[in-house]
């Protein structure tokens, strides 16, 4: 006899359909109104560390084109914008590291 190990998401999955549909719908409303939040967190967390940055004198300046250049192009491909850009924490760790 073989027991298949369900993921906690399929679990969730399997619930929420379950539900009827105007639950349902209540519930993508609701998760997506969280998320847009936890996002504006995020980039309000990380414009407080790209300022602090700027106050500290920790912050350079430039095009993108050089931050590319100075980053490699394969730092860009690998993690993404913020690494290229120095957004937020990306820049905090980079001129960390570069101290």
């Given at each position: 006899?073989?027991q298949?190990?369900?993921?906690?998401l399929?679990r969730?999955?399997?619930?929420v359909?379950?539900?009827?549909?105007e639950?349902?719908?209540?519930?993508?409303?609701?998760?997506?109104?969280?998320l847009?939040?936890?996002?504006r967190e995020?980039i309000?967390r990380q414009?407080?560390?790209?300022?602090?940055a700027?106050?500290?004198?920790?912050?350079?300046?430039?095009?993108v084109?050089?931050?590319?250049?100075?980053?490699?192009?394969s730092?860009?491909?690998r993690t993404g914008?913020?690494?290229v850009?120095?957004a937020?924490?990306g820049l905090k760790?980079?001129?960390?590291?570069?101290?």
């Amino acid at each position: 006899m073989s027991q298949t190990v369900s993921s906690p998401l399929q679990r969730a999955v399997d619930v929420v359909e379950a539900l009827p549909l105007e639950d349902q719908e209540t519930l993508i409303e609701l998760l997506q109104r969280r998320l847009a939040e936890r996002r504006r967190e995020e980039i309000a967390r990380q414009a407080a560390a790209t300022l602090q940055a700027v106050r500290e004198g920790r912050a350079r300046y430039g095009s993108v084109p050089s931050a590319v250049l100075r980053a490699g192009p394969s730092t860009a491909l690998r993690t993404g914008p913020s690494a290229v850009l120095g957004a937020g924490e990306g820049l905090k760790h980079d001129l960390l590291a570069e101290s």
